[in-house]
């Protein structure tokens, strides 16, 4: 799948969430996604969240 056909269903969700939920349904789906998106991302190896974490506690 490319990234446009990715982003059409991401919005088709996110739109039946808002229609069904409201507000706080939209809100929630929208933070598991994007929580589901880092977790995707750390274990494909795409993000790196631990260099993240270590160069905020050098600070």
């Given at each position: 799948m490319?990234?446009?056909t990715i982003?059409?269903?991401t919005?088709?969700?996110l739109g039946?969430?808002?229609a069904t939920g409201g507000l706080?349904?939209?809100l929630i789906t929208l933070a598991l996604g994007?929580?589901?998106a880092l977790i995707a991302g750390q274990f494909s190896g795409a993000l790196d969240l631990r260099a993240?974490?270590?160069a905020r506690e050098r600070d």
């Open positions: 490319n990234i446009v982003g059409l269903f919005g088709l969700l039946v969430a808002a706080d349904g939209f994007a929580a589901g993240a974490f270590r």
